[in-house]
């Protein structure tokens, strides 16, 4: 450590005495300015500084890395390798593109190599984690090439978008696989009401990507896949008016192609994460598809499961409008009474399915129809117990997994003209997830506690 602070104390007295030439260069230059014109331009004069700083940066870093007492541990010749000294090599930095003077080995049987320099750094695909950290999240928030100009505006970093995007290809199937590795909160913290999540919505794909998917096309063909997206989240209160209160930072997600058993299993593992083993009462939230009341039904024995009431209304005007006709008056006005019911009534579904089966209408098509909504309610009335539901303080739409779908992945892959595969997607969404989740930052941060130093400065 001593020799750390020797080394930068000798930097800032070189700084003192010119060494610094981009920076001490902009200064005089700025001092000129203010003597030849009444004021300098603050824009100028601050962007002008930074770019000094930066290039300075840039050179420290270059020659501190590059130094002859800079000791790397594990830096030796193993059996049947062949050391090839200091080849020069340009790595990425947040300060720019720097040149490393470093062996590299390789093994003539295996024809492997390593660069033990790098594996010491923790660069990932020859960039910084600093760098690699910014690229990520920049790439996985908006498009590659704006992500590109963003980061030149923003940090003074000019990489251009597919090396972003090759990059996310190396990060993604890292953050997803530690996600998964996640171990619950320690001590593990009593959590009220522990909420559960899930729904599908689709990706526009490649052709090639298309293969064997069944679609809603006219010709039974598909333009995306679906990919299954679920999130938890908990509550610790309710308003003054008995309304839930989600808790503060506590969603969090998880983004799979994969199918319904494996999805499941997945997301029982992120629930485990985020304490659920803690939770006084869990609480499942559906739009009524079979596959997601089978999910639950396997990954979350105990739970509470809500059809989400915003579907219950959606199919209750299906039900009104094919018994009395769509629009009517007649049928605005049962709505309006069955809904009452639903929300305010513990007997409420039960009741309305009473009326409407004694209503039913005589035209076959819309008697079909009528069937097919009651027949739905009936599977769902014990998920429909919204009176008890709401006395027990409990959320009754699923709108935080709604607004997920547009935000988590909408916002990003279903963009005009955009078409995936599944690998490039799930990069950018498991990398979307962990930032949503609050936990992006945690996977860029060094282990604790931290290993034994890789790089040292020789006594």
């Known amino acids: 450590m001593a020799g750390w602070r020797g080394w930068l104390k000798k930097k800032r007295a070189d700084f003192q005495n010119d060494q610094f030439q981009e920076t001490q260069a902009f200064l005089k230059l700025a001092r000129q300015q203010l003597k030849d014109t009444s004021g300098a331009n603050l824009a100028w004069l601050d962007a002008g500084l930074r770019a000094a700083l930066l290039a300075d940066g840039r050179t ?32 990425q930095t947040v300060f720019g593109a720097v040149t490393l003077q470093r062996d590299y080995y390789r093994h003539a049987a295996s024809g492997q190599t390593r660069w033990p320099l790098d594996e010491a750094l923790g660069l990932v695909q020859n960039c910084t984690p600093a760098l690699a950290r910014m690229m990520c999240r920049a790439g996985s928030l908006e498009p590659f090439e704006a992500a590109s100009q963003s980061l030149a505006c923003y940090a003074g970093v000019a990489v251009v978008g597919r090396r972003i995007q090759r990059l996310l290809q190396v990060v993604g199937p890292a953050i997803e696989k530690w996600t998964g590795q996640l171990a619950p909160p320690q001590p593990l913290p009593v959590v009220p009401v522990f909420y559960v999540e899930a729904d599908g919505t689709g990706v526009p794909m490649r052709k090639g990507q298309l293969k064997g998917c069944r679609g809603r096309q006219p010709d039974g063909t598909a333009k995306g896949r679906e990919v299954k997206l679920g999130c938890v989240f908990t509550q610790h209160g309710v308003d003054g ?108 579904v039960a009741t309305v399915l009473g009326a409407a089966e004694a209503d039913l209408p005589k035209p076959r098509a819309r008697r079909k129809l009528a069937r097919q909504q009651i027949q739905y309610f009936r599977k769902n009335q014990k998920r429909m117990a919204y009176a008890c539901f709401r006395q027990q303080g409990l959320f009754l739409g699923s709108g935080v997994i709604e607004a997920g779908c547009k935000t988590t992945v909408g916002q990003r892959v279903k963009q005009s003209g955009m078409f995936w595969n599944v690998a490039g997607s799930q990069n950018v969404l498991s990398t979307r997830c962990a930032i949503f989740s609050h936990r992006y930052e945690q996977y860029w941060q060094p282990p604790s506690p931290a290993p034994s130093p890789a790089i040292s400065l020789a006594a």
Request: hydrophobic share 40%; proline share 4%.
């Open 60 to 91: 420290l870093l270059e020659q501190f890395l590059n130094q002859e007492q800079l000791h790397l541990a594990g830096a030796a010749t193993r059996a049947g390798e062949r050391c090839y000294a200091e080849r020069p090599r340009t790595c």
């Open 241 to 348: 008016e008995g309304y839930p209160l989600r808790d503060p930072d506590s969603t969090s997600y998880l983004a799979s192609f994969a199918g319904a058993k494996a999805f499941g299993a997945a997301l029982r593992v992120e629930a485990q994460h985020r304490g659920i083993a803690g939770a006084l009462k869990t609480v499942f939230l559906g739009d009524g598809a079979a596959w997601l009341w089978n999910l639950a039904r396997i990954n979350f024995p105990g739970a509470i499961c809500i059809l989400d009431l915003y579907h219950a209304t959606e199919h209750l005007t299906v039900l009104t409008d094919a018994l009395y006709g769509p629009g009517t008056s007649r049928a605005k006005t049962q709505f309006t009474e069955w809904l009452r019911r639903f929300k305010d009534e513990p007997d409420g």
